[in-house]
């Protein structure tokens, strides 16, 4: 086993991939958004469902040598391995395991997340790549888990040394699945998202949103209480995914690639000044060392209280941009 487990302040057992989102070390390496199921309940968006594309993170990429970029712009500790349905291009996951393996060294974890029941073949190719798998599988046979191939996987998958667990969203019956604890290392319970693709499904099922702030479904957390006394089971809320998760990555990546103008938030945005001249401004720029400002398709860019104080006098459209880290989504804009 390679990272070590954790354990919450309640005293339950997280899987050393929980360890790390906590923390928001870890990449989130999509490899397709190809899947055979089609669950009612799935969040991909539209941009990825069903489509053959890779993405690191935010960014869509092509090669290995892509995804280990965006896992060094955030220091990342560990990947994981996720879709669609990875284990339809097992020679993908592979390749791209086997690359950031021997880029970070051993100790770099990586889980996968799969909703088939991996036989011997292939977790004989993910040995060494791959150190924990979590399963999912389809909320039809929970009642009846250990009889399916996914009980036999475990069994399987743990005698070969990796630490193994089902992961699975929050549904009604989900206590089913305490039949299979003995045979896994964790059960994590992630509370049920409503998603652009899933919405109407959701509708037709008389779901709604708990709150209209965040994408939690009305009535998850009370069906994943039904086994919240075993120390193997953890849940993982939306609003922790949102906001803790995220913004401990999104901080990870700014401390890497923040430009030294540029500040970053508690939140991991980085927060910098604008100026789009109507006029010259090179007796302005003077005043500043190279590294204090970019100029960027005719905009000077600057720290932002620096733009407020010194450029007041200047001609042109001031103003404060908020942004995710690394070029990545604007957040907000405040004219100065």
């Known amino acids: 086993m390679p990272q070590e487990s954790g354990v ?64 060094e712009s955030m220091s990342a500790l560990g990947t994981g391995v996720t879709g669609g349905e990875p ?4 020679d993908r996951v592979v390749e791209y395991c086997r690359a950031l393996k021997e880029h970070f060294g051993p100790e770099h974890q990586i889980h996968l997340y799969t909703g088939l029941a991996p036989d011997e073949i292939t977790l004989r190719r993910l040995q060494g790549l791959v150190d924990e798998i979590r399963l999912h599988p389809p909320h039809e046979v929970w009642p009846c888990i250990l009889d399916t191939e996914f009980a036999k996987s475990a ?18 019956g989900i206590e089913d699945l305490g039949a299979a604890l003995p045979l896994l290392d964790f059960l994590n319970i992630n509370e049920l998202e409503w998603g652009e693709t899933c919405a109407d499904a959701m509708r037709d099922r008389g779901l709604e949103l708990e ?5 939690a479904v009305l009535g998850a957390r009370q069906w994943a209480e039904r086994l919240a006394g075993d120390p193997k089971v953890h849940f993982c809320s939306s609003v922790f ?31 910098y000044g604008v100026l789009e001249p109507e006029g010259p401004v090179d007796g ?38 908020e942004r995710y880290p690394n070029g990545g989504m604007v957040v907000e804009v405040t004219p100065l």
């Not at 069994?155 to 009604?172: H, K, S, T």
């Not at 401990?248 to 540029?262: D, G």
């Not at 060392?289 to 960027?296: F, G, I, M, Q, T």
């Open 211 to 215: 709150d209209g702030v965040h994408n």
């Open 87 to 90: 284990l339809l291009e097992l």
């Open 8 to 71: 919450s302040p309640g005293g339950r057992f997280l899987s050393p991939g929980c360890v790390l989102c906590h923390q928001g070390a870890k990449m989130v390496l999509f490899v397709t958004g190809r899947c055979r199921r089609t669950c009612w309940y799935c969040p991909l968006s539209r941009e990825r469902k069903g489509r053959d594309v890779i993405f690191a993170n935010e960014r869509q990429v092509a090669s290995p040598r892509e995804a280990i970029e965006v896992a």
């Open 155 to 172: 069994v399987l998958a743990r005698e070969m040394g990796f630490l193994i667990g089902i992961e699975v969203p929050a549904l009604p």
């Open 284 to 321: 302005f720029l003077e005043e500043f060392d190279d590294d204090e400002y970019a100029v960027s398709e005719g905009r000077i860019e600057m720290a932002w209280w620096v733009l407020a104080e010194h450029g007041a006098g200047l001609p042109g459209k001031k103003y404060v941009v």
């Open 241 to 271: 995914k949102d906001s803790v998760q995220l913004r401990e990555r999104l901080k990870r990546i700014a401390a890497n690639t923040a430009r030294p103008f540029e500040e970053v938030t508690d939140d991991g945005t980085v927060v």
